[in-house]
């Protein structure tokens, strides 16, 4: 066996770092690509997380304007209620 390159194997070691290249080429344009669609995914699910914050907080106030209207309307029938409710409360946490 000699210890010589020939031709044919410099040849043959010049396709295979072509074809290397390629390969290294094609796999950077995939990762490029997948890195586009996960941070498309990733605005999407921000967008609709600030989406359902938004509506949580608009239920949240309303229903705060809501109770709060209620006992303007009955403020006698909302003392007596909070006043069950804390003596309920505190008769089961003893």
Do not use: H, N, W
Request: proline share 1%; hydrophobic share 45%.
């Amino acid at each position: 066996m000699a210890d010589t390159l020939t031709q044919k194997d410099i040849d043959a070691i010049k396709e295979d770092m072509a074809a290397l290249k390629r390969d290294l080429a094609a796999a950077i344009s995939d990762l490029r690509d997948a890195r586009g669609a996960v941070s498309g995914i990733a605005q999407q699910l921000g967008d609709e997380a600030s989406a359902l914050y938004r509506e949580v907080a608009d239920r949240g106030a309303k229903a705060t304007d809501a109770i709060g209207a209620k006992v303007e309307e009955q403020p006698l029938t909302s003392v007596l209620l909070a006043f069950c409710v804390g003596y309920i409360v505190s008769r089961i946490t003893r």
